[in-house]
């Protein structure tokens, strides 16, 4: 499927994206983002990030409103310390979608949420998310041993983090953020 990948929106998730999101789902890669199996179980996680009382999770969407992929920063802490994350159709990975909504989920989370610190982690292994994260300004801190748990199998996870005070390229593409 093709995608209209010259500008992208950053925009809260809609009933209406239920399918979509459930089809996202379906990657393998995507077995352990949210829990989410079905249609229902999709309207179900739109309806809980639609409204969270720490945190923003939006969907990425192509020109054409298509949702893409989703950023969040959830987790916010009183220290205004939040968690960010991030994934991406599989039809869309590698073109820099993912590196331009963290950058512009990241300028956001800053200037206007006023959020000081940034943190994501990734589990060891994964070149792709460890690629996104340092195009998007978060550096490297270290590694949190056997940190998730899949199936029954621990995970060490590659921990980055950006502080307002660190420099942040804009996106090379348009990205819109509307609330």
Known sequence: MGYALGELGLRRWRTGDALRLAAAHDDPEMVNQGGIL??????????RVADLDNGHVYAVADAEDHPIGCVGVTNIDRHRVGWTWYW????????????????????WAHRDAGLYRLELGHRMGNPASCAVAAGAGFLYEGVERERLAFDGTRYDVERHAR???????????PVRITN
């Open 88 to 107: 991406t159709l599989a039809d869309v990975r590698g073109q820099g979608v993912a590196r331009d909504a963290l950058r512009a989920l990241a300028d």
């Open 163 to 173: 502080l307002v005070t660190d420099p942040l390229n804009p996106p090379h593409r």
């Open 38 to 47: 079905d249609r229902a179980s999709a309207v179900d996680w739109i309806g």
